[in-house]
């Protein structure tokens, strides 16, 4: 099984009219998000494999498998720097 | 002298009659059911285990579970407990704070206060408040140093409603974003005084500057503004200029200058969406003000319309 991720619970997110703001409680940081990266978080709320995120992207967008996969790693790469995710291992 | 929305509850007279003195003057039109509890203690006062947030004199840090909030003053021994979810908060103030009850006011009591409000839908704001002479609400947002209180003085001298240069709080009702102010001075640095050529005023010597009432300077005070324009300035040099922004870098502007959204977990989203529904309803603008608004204060209105 793949590694699952979920969004840290200091996270409060505002949706802004195709992109969005978020807010880290814990380090007091913001930051802007795209529609896309703010898609994600949302759907992060609950632990989700690479996988799950990557068909939360093809299910909004119309790009292929390969570009959305290598989005999501993108994004979870530059979360994970921020502090913005919690992560699971293999179950 | 004008009744307070918030109650204060002390045993000692003479410090309830001062706060209530105090908090009257401030005309919040603060929703019922607020109140201090106000104790004067010897003592002892623990410093703050984990600060969350802290400001010159006043540091906050959340209670247990991540609720509520202890509000601590090191200026002099006093803090205050409130309770998540609560309309009241327990201050205890030492003699020595006592002593100094004005500063405590507008330093300690006055962030008591601004936290209270949260619990009551009331989010702060460092912002200037004003109404232009067509009914547009205006909020002019900033730091300590983006030219706030100069604006709002030359505003309110060109005939303009204002509000506050500073303290102002957003509510979220009826689908919009309302801005409350409390009646305070404007408060001026000798440098923006100059500018404006303005003699006497009250002295804020804690502070260093001067106050001025909005009447005072020509204007008529406001507590109510819907705001239409968000303008966050920057001092710059001869001419004022505006340029348009997004949204969502209105929404990071207003997280700046609302560091409180940080404090309770349990009121930060209501807090954020606040913000957010702030930006749906104003056109945003990061304006660099200039000494060209001197001479004509209604540049503004024409840079952004």
Known sequence: MSDRYMRHPDLRLADVEGDGVVLHLGTRRYFSVSESGLALLHALETPRTIEELVQVLLDRYEVSPEQAAASVRQFLETCRTAELLLEEGPR | MTRSAIAVRCSDDEVRAALEEWLGGLRLAAPPGLALDVSIDAGPFAQLPDPVFEQPGVGFARGPNDRGIRISW???????????????????????????????????????????????????????????????????????????????????????????????????????????????????????????????????????????????????????????????????????????????????????????????????????????????????????????????????IELVT
Do not use: M
């Open chain 2, 74 to 300: 090191s200026d002099f021994p006093a803090d205050a407990d409130i309770a998540g979810g609560a309309r009241s908060a327990a201050v205890r103030l030492s003699p020595a704070a006592v002593a100094e009850l004005d500063y405590c006011t507008r330093t300690f009591l006055l962030s008591v206060v601004i936290v209270l409000l949260r619990h009551v839908g009331w989010y702060h704001l460092h912002a200037a408040t004003a109404i232009d002479p067509e009914s547009r609400g205006w909020l002019v947002a900033g730091d300590a140093h983006a030219g706030k209180s100069t604006t709002a003085a030359l505003l309110a001298a060109a005939g303009w409603q204002v509000g506050t240069d500073d303290i102002a709080f957003l509510e979220y009702r009826d689908d919009r974003v309302l801005v409350h102010t409390c009646h305070a001075p404007i408060a001026l640095r000798d440098g923006g005084r100059r500018l404006l050529a303005r003699a006497g005023g009250v002295a804020l010597p804690d502070r260093g500057k001067t106050g001025f009432w909005p009447e005072d300077l020509g204007g008529v005070w406001t507590p109510l503004v819907l705001p239409e324009i968000v303008i966050f300035t920057t001092v710059g040099k001869d001419r004022t200029t505006a340029a348009a922004i997004s949204r969502s870098a209105a929404v990071a502007e207003l997280v700046r200058w609302s560091a409180w959204v940080i404090l309770e977990p349990d009121l930060a989203q209501v807090h954020l969406d606040t913000l957010t529904r702030l930006t749906s309803q104003a056109r945003c603008y990061r304006v660099t003000l200039g000494r060209d608004l001197f001479a004509r204060p209604n540049r503004l």
